[in-house]
């Protein structure tokens, strides 16, 4: 396949892309999966719980009696870091490398599963020194190193309920999600590497707990040396606790509901919501998704997810849907670009990765980069692709696949959320046929709909609200100390029903092929025409001179709202002014139609992201409708607006 425009006459249309016969024989995925969840959906997730290693088995699959707050495995206990680490001691497999670290500023190490056993065991016997109890929370504010990954494990070793706090966020930020869980401990570090400098992260913490109640303990891994203040009696290093404490550690079980983890999420409006997901339920769907979506072999891949822990895509596929089935796994620390931007392929290549996760807005850089930076590698290890976070527009996924996957590797466009804590829409490498940009359906086991307002389920060319109409087993348990806004934000758009909304628009192509088009607060509303935001960036994104697009709907007095693209070129491509925005203007009105051409399109050097790599339409929306910027403080670099401005 050649990536060009033309190939784009096929969007959302008849390009498809069969499994091949030696993946589909080889794949861990067999059409008996859907079979089976077919003839007895709870059935079937029974079998997948037995995936994991339970203390005491479990009487009842599901109890949906106190719904919207489900009950899996009930009566069923379990320890997760027991699954994740002690068995694949215990079966022989101590001497499997499960991480391969690459620290940025060069430094690599590798822990066996064995050595990830000692370290666990340390930390779980130095928390537990602490004070510290099954069912106290611990909030984790640490780059992508191992002692994170530790740390976790400990504390699901312990029945600590984790909160992770994504390393980026500011020390306000910290703050209200330490406050809002009542985290006794913090695990942080002096600093994290950072395009080659050790910026400190101590400080924040620093200015987070200063006032903080619940906070007794501030625990530091020293990553980069540089100079730290110390707090005595509060703060203590990793070195000289977690280091020094017994490696001999014997995991209890917890119950099955019992809390794993709050992971924060923003919402619309207000104050991030603290997503809670718990133990047997959550492992389950991780592990099962993780063997069948990724097709993963223990032993034979390796396995690298770009993401951070920080996101809920690093604790379902870093951390325990990969380690529960005894992955050999990746782990980077830094940038893509960092010393240059051929890092990635540099690893790909060291390690031999065989399966790659990622985002869309990092294969749309990479595209950007241009084309002989990853042909400079040999990637010949790669087998299966995957994409998550927003939809993949089809100009990537083709690149994707035909430069990073040498044109034969599937790709995976995996769906879910923060609060469906494992993959619920998904092709199955070695079963479906894909097509470029489509998630194609729900996995095995999995239950989901299109509707319409008034919950009339949509079918072929139908365009509507995506809804989880059965519970699932990884599914969010509530809001941490909100269960009313649990309930306000995703059930009582279809309360009758009984459905979960998740916020997205969604449609099926007229092969029965499910599109996620985007979250509904960013679908237009042109001249009363519904049209997604990102569908007209991936119609933009398909010309061959844009390497990015970002599309916001601004109020317009005629049509209610105008549609405002902003766009970045390709290294080399031609600004060639008023002939380009035509073109532009041209193409977006063949993909889609007339009425979803911008009423205006920038050209711009960068475009606003937070640094978890999302575009920042509600500041575009603000600079399209001329308005004063509000908070720039997530941004990456809140300095892109002067550039975008002068234009
Ligand atoms: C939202 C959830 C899931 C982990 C990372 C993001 C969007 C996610 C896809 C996909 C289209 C996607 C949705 C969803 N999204 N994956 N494959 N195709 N859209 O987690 O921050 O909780 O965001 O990301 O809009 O609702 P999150």
Known sequence: MTSTADTNATEHGSEIYPPSPEFAAAANAGPELQAA?????????????????????????LDWSDAPVAKWFVGGSLNVAYNCVDR?????????????????????????????????????????????VAGDRVAIYMPMIPEAIVTMLACARLGLT????????????????????????????????????AAPLKPAVDEAVDGAESVEHVLVVQRTGIDVDTVAGRDLWWHETVEKASDQHTAQPFDAEHPLFILYTSGTTGKPKGIIHTSGGYLTQASYT?????????????????????WVTGHSYIVYGPLSNGVTQVVYEGTPNSPTEHRHFEIIEKYGVSIYYTAPTLVRTFMKWGREIPDAHDLSSIRLLGSVGEPINPEAWRWFRDVIGGGTAPIVDTWWQTETGAIMISPLPGITATKPGSAMAPLPGISAK???DEARPLGAGGNGYLVLDEPWPSMLRGIWGDMDRYKDTYWSRYAEEGWYFAGDGAKYDEDGALWVLGRVDDVMNVSGHRISTSEVESALVGHHSVAEAAVVGAADETTGQ??????????????????????????????????????????????????????????????????????????????????????
């Not at 940025?104 to 066996?112: H, M, V, W």
């Not at 984790?162 to 809002?180: K, N, P, Q």
């Not at 203007?585 to 063949?590: D, F, L, M, N």
């Open 450 to 452: 299109i509707v319409d």
């Open 290 to 310: 993780h063997h069948n979506v990724f097709d993963h072999k223990a032993g034979k891949d390796v396995y690298w997810c770009t993401a951070d822990i920080g």
């Open 162 to 197: 984790h909160s992770v706090v994504f390393a980026g966020f500011s020390a306000t930020a910290l703050r209200s999600r330490i406050d809002d869980a009542a985290a006794k401990l913090v695990v942080t570090v002096d600093g994290q590497w950072r395009r080659g400098q």
């Open 37 to 61: 969840a077919d003839a007895d959906r709870l059935a079937f997730w029974d079998t997948q719980a037995k995936r994991l290693d339970w203390a005491t088995p479990w009487t009842q699959v």
């Open 562 to 647: 105008g549609i405002v693209a902003f766009v970045i070129l390709r290294e080399g491509a031609e600004n060639t002014g008023e002939t380009l925005i035509a073109e532009l203007r041209a193409q977006v009105s063949t993909e889609i139609s007339p009425i979803a051409k911008p009423r205006q399109i920038t050209v711009v050097p960068e475009l606003p992201k937070t640094r978890s790599g999302k575009i920042m339409r509600r500041l575009l929306r603000d600079i399209a409708e001329g308005r004063d910027l509000g908070d720039t403080s997530t941004l990456v670099d809140p300095k892109v607006f002067d550039a975008i401005r002068g234009k």
């Open 88 to 132: 694949h001691v215990e079966a022989g497999n101590g001497d499997r490398v499960a991480i391969h670290f690459e620290g940025e500023p060069g430094d690599s190490r590798a822990l066996t599963y064995n050595d990830l056993l000692t370290e666990v065991s340390k930390a779980a016997n130095a928390f537990t020194d602490l004070g510290l």
